[in-house]
């Protein structure tokens, strides 16, 4: 279920990202396993990657179970402070345009937002974390 959860935020972006709203550039979005490194001086970055996966049943007897996973979606860039303000800001847009379905999942949520920036190294970095819920009515038997 964590590689969905992952497939389904990165496709997401991919699909709906509007580079108007970041200086007319479009990073580079993904799976952080599709990439051997990530070097920001070849562009802007938005990759994502599992942080964790819950399963909850609701009762003795359950029928159905909650499952909740949680996405980092990590943006960089080597542009400026700006620019990574205006690319979490898009991850945002895009992500809660889809919060009551997004493919099978009934509620997206913004979680925490890091700032990792490296002003030293003129590296800008933010890791946005998404908290996705879906419900299965078929348990697995």
Do not use: C, Q
Not at 11 to 40: C, F, H, M, Q
Not at 65 to 87: C, E, F, G
Not at 102 to 107: A, I, S, V
């Amino acid at each position: 279920m964590m590689e969905d959860s992952v497939t389904t935020v990165t496709d997401e972006l991919s699909a709906e990202w509007d580079n108007t709203n970041t200086d007319s550039k479009t990073p580079t979005i993904g799976p952080v396993e599709d990439y051997k490194r990530i070097d920001v001086r070849e562009g802007d970055w938005a990759v994502a990657y599992a942080l964790s996966h819950e399963e909850m049943p609701k009762s003795l007897g359950y029928t159905h179970i909650d499952y909740t996973d949680v996405v980092s979606v990590d943006v960089r860039t080597a542009v400026s402070r700006a620019h990574l303000i205006k690319m979490r800001d898009e991850v945002r847009r895009i992500l809660y345009a889809k919060r009551t379905n997004l493919n099978g999942y009934k509620d997206v949520r913004i979680g925490n937002i890091t700032d990792l920036s490296d002003k030293f190294r003129l590296m800008w970095r933010m890791t946005i974390d998404v908290r996705l819920w879906k419900v299965i009515t078929a348990v697995p038997s």
